[in-house]
């Protein structure tokens, strides 16, 4: 069965420090994908990333990097020097090849204060 | 662009009372998805439809109900509504190539009283 584990329910950190949200995931499948979604307080839900099974290579965008690790099924993100706009729930979803039905974490709350 | 298209925003109804939520979207997507975001959780699919004509169930499909007459529209029906269907609930769509990036709506807050 799939599932999508974020065990950080809150993080709260100061403006300008790293902070690194963790995403544990479970599938039988050898091919299918993750993704990454921001839902900042307005509500809406904003695409991040999308990673494929095959690709294991890290991924840098501005002051955000993705950390993929099949080994241990992990898929973490880090906002480096993070600002108040950070502030967030943020998502990892799942899918599994041609299903495209996400599934979703339960989210992590960040909040950076100024 | 709109995008993907959600109303009405926000809706107050009464136990047992039916309403229809809308979505529309101008991308031309294949593929349109209803879920459902309760507080402190992630979000649950209830329904999907990878084109007009064509809906399946998600996790939660209890006390809904879809049709997909055109590409552009997939509205979700609550027939009797029930305090447990209070939640928010956001429409999305992805192209038909596999395992797209979902474009999402803004969401309807739906509160049953």
């Known amino acids: 069965a799939q599932k999508v584990t974020q065990a950080q329910t809150e993080i709260s950190v100061v403006e300008k420090e790293d902070v690194t949200l963790d995403c544990v995931y479970e599938?039988?499948?050898?091919?299918?994908?993750l993704f990454w979604y921001k839902q900042p307080p307005s509500g809406e839900l904003v695409f991040l990333i999308r990673?494929?099974?095959?690709?294991?290579q890290n991924e840098i965008s501005g002051r955000y990097s993705w950390n993929f690790q099949k080994s241990t099924s992990s898929f973490n993100f880090t906002i480096t020097a993070s600002q108040v706009v950070d502030s967030a729930v943020y998502f990892c979803?799942?899918?599994?090849?041609?299903?495209?039905?996400?599934?979703f974490g339960t989210g992590t709350r960040l909040q950076v204060f100024p | 662009n709109a995008g993907v298209t959600q109303t009405p925003k926000f809706r107050i109804l009464k136990i047992g009372q039916s309403m229809t939520l809308q979505c529309t979207q101008d991308?031309?997507?294949?593929?349109m998805y209803w879920y459902r975001q309760d507080p402190g959780m992630g979000l649950k699919l209830i329904y999907y439809?990878?084109?007009?004509?064509?809906?399946d169930k998600g996790e939660v499909p209890n006390g809904y109900n879809v049709s997909r007459s055109t590409t552009e529209d997939f509205p979700l029906r609550l027939e009797l509504a029930a305090p447990s269907q209070t939640s928010v609930y956001f429409c999305?769509?992805?192209?038909?190539?596999?395992?797209?990036?979902?474009?999402f709506g803004d969401g309807t807050r739906l509160s049953i009283l």
């Open positions: 991308m031309n997507h294949n593929y």
């Open positions: 439809s990878v084109g007009a004509g064509i809906t």
């Open positions: 979803a799942l899918s599994e090849f041609n299903t495209d039905k996400l599934i």
């Open positions: 599938t039988r499948d050898t091919t299918y994908y």
């Open positions: 999305a769509s992805s192209s038909r190539a596999p395992n797209q990036p979902q474009h």
């Open positions: 990673r494929n099974s095959f690709d294991e």
